[in-house]
């Protein structure tokens, strides 16, 4: 897993902002799209692309992509 899939795959549970919105060091909660249901995609795509179980309490310890990507790879 590259940081540079994940943030794809991330950006891609959004609707409205352009992919090109996300980075690595994107403050996810920042961007005015996030919300609960987008956090439950993001943990859905998490789970099919990584197999990978994360919990709301990862989500809400995280401030950035990277945090979450962290969180991924150490399950992995």
Same mark, same amino acid.
């Given at each position: 897993m590259e940081p540079k899939e =994940?943030?794809?795959? =991330?950006?891609e549970q959004f609707e409205? #902002?352009?992919?090109?919105a996300f980075s690595i060091? #994107?403050? =996810?909660r920042s961007i005015d799209e996030w919300s609960s249901m987008v956090a439950l995609s993001v943990i859905a795509m998490v789970d099919e692309?990584?197999?990978?179980k994360l919990t709301g309490d990862d989500i809400r310890r995280s401030q950035t992509l990277e945090d979450i990507y962290n969180i991924v790879k150490s399950k992995l």
């Open positions: =994940f943030v794809e795959n =991330f950006a409205e #902002t352009e992919p090109s060091d #994107t403050h =996810f692309a990584y197999g990978v």
